[in-house]
Nanobody
């Protein structure tokens, strides 16, 4: 099992920045990808960004150029640097981890709230 704990959410003004962190702990670190999803009020959860253990990354079109995902060398933590934040970025942000051969994340964090005021 793996536990994912997010931190770094909060309130920020439009144009501001936040850095989210996600720390993994437990006994199973066989996942090969970690990432971030978000769920805005009244909407479905959506993909934000992901990074593989090999270092390749992928971003949703809505955040590309503004958000940067990174991971530590042990691939036990993942970060999301969010710049030029917009009110539409307001959401609960979830950390996720996926094992090889899984189509969807196997593990989820509890979420951290990000609120961007206009």
């Amino acid at each position: 099992q793996v536990q994912l704990v997010e931190s770094g959410g909060g309130l920020v003004q439009t144009g501001g920045s936040l850095r989210l962190s996600c720390a993994a702990s437990g006994s199973d670190f066989s996942f090969n990808a970690m990432g971030w999803y978000r769920q805005a009020p009244g909407k479905e959860r959506e993909f934000v960004a992901a990074i593989s253990s090999g270092g390749s990354s992928d971003y949703a079109r809505s955040v590309k150029g503004r958000f940067t995902i990174s991971a530590d060398n042990a691939f036990h933590a993942v970060y999301l640097q969010m710049n030029s934040l917009k009110p539409e970025d307001t959401a609960v942000y979830y950390c996720a981890a996926k094992k090889p051969r899984s189509l969807e994340p196997d593990y989820w964090g509890q979420g951290t709230h990000v609120y961007v005021s206009s």
